[in-house]
């Protein structure tokens, strides 16, 4: 009688049990904020804002306690120029929306721009941090699906910027700085300052028409200035 190969099956069985519990790769890009070591023993994890489902004018304000990254709550955007006096006054949101862009400019050593939109956008998420350079991350959810992100300061340390992918398209502005203006390969555009540096500038949008999304690269307002 021949001896059974037990032995041998067990172990391929095992393999392949193995590969099977890897975990698969994550499609699509991200942008990932850089995650260097903190100085002066400031806290490395973001503070984030949960994204509201709710529509914009039932939307709740939250408050996180002091950290060394702050976010601010989800509101409804006010219209342009109804803010009222203050560093960030034109910035579109609540009250809590522009004091979380001063508490970040007033902390931040570069400079920090916010948006100005129309009635029916709203803060969908964001946050900023002052260790390593620091960064400000934020993203506006607006009618039809459109969105607008702004990403500041020194969140990427990839030399293409972290800009999505897409071809470069001329130039555009990023509030009062001169920018350049990427076509993204999904359909949606791009404007990004001084790419690769330490200290940069992306605004990406989706969902608008390249007018509408240069009009509104071009309106960011520079917080405190």
């Known amino acids: 009688m021949r001896p059974r190969l037990i032995l041998p099956i067990v172990l391929v069985a095992a393999l392949l049990g193995a590969c099977n519990d890897a975990s698969a790769p994550s499609s699509g890009a991200t942008i990932t904020p850089v995650t260097a070591s903190p ?24 408050t996180d306690p002091a950290t060394e990254t702050e976010s601010p709550a989800p509101a409804e955007p006010s219209p342009s120029g109804s803010a009222g006096p203050g560093p960030a006054a034109a910035c579109s949101g609540s009250d809590a929306n522009r004091d979380f862009y001063s508490a970040a400019a007033a902390t931040l050593s570069w400079d920090v721009y916010c948006a100005v939109l129309p009635a029916g956008w709203f803060v969908d998420s964001g946050q900023y941090r002052r260790a390593s350079g620091g960064w400000v991350e934020i993203a506006y959810r607006g009618p039809g699906g459109a969105r607008l992100e702004l990403h500041q300061g020194a969140f990427c340390s990839a030399s293409d910027g972290c800009v999505p992918s897409g071809s470069d398209a001329g130039d555009a502005s990023f509030g009062d700085k001169a920018g350049a203006f990427v076509a993204l390969d999904d359909g949606g555009w791009a404007v990004v300052v001084d790419r690769g540096e330490q200290i940069s500038w992306l605004a990406v949008g989706t969902g608008l028409d390249e007018a509408a999304f240069r009009s509104i690269a071009g309106a960011l307002s520079r917080v405190g200035g």
Request: without cysteine; negative net charge.
């Open 39 to 62: 100085a002066n023993g400031e806290s490395q994890a973001p503070v984030t804002v949960e994204p509201s489902e709710a529509p914009p004018s039932e939307a709740a304000e939250t």
